[in-house]
């Protein structure tokens, strides 16, 4: 993994968890909001678009979405 974009692989795991579980940005909001954390739609529209941010938002989406457990050593890059 030498190569990899670790921005796009974050935004991309929290997208695909949030298809997986059918649940989008607005919903993300109001789960978000449940945790105590305020998040406008343009807001996460820009974060997920350039697919920066920082690692607390990621912590934040995937306590609200119910991430348990994320296993580091199933993710591949194409980027090798």
Do not use: H
């Not at 109001?30 to 105590?36: A, F, N, R, S, V």
């Not at 305020?38 to 920082?54: A, D, V, Y």
């Not at 607390?56 to 580091?72: D, E, V, Y």
């Amino acid at each position: 993994m030498k190569n990899t974009d670790w921005n796009k692989l974050a935004s991309g795991i929290i997208k695909a968890e949030l298809k997986r579980r059918d649940i989008g940005y607005e919903q993300l909001i109001t789960m978000l909001e449940k945790i105590g954390v305020q998040e406008t739609l343009p807001s996460i529209l820009n974060k997920m678009s350039r697919g920066s941010f920082q690692f607390a938002f990621f912590l934040q989406c995937a306590t609200a979405i119910g991430i348990k457990n994320l296993r580091l050593d199933d993710l591949s890059s194409d980027e090798n």
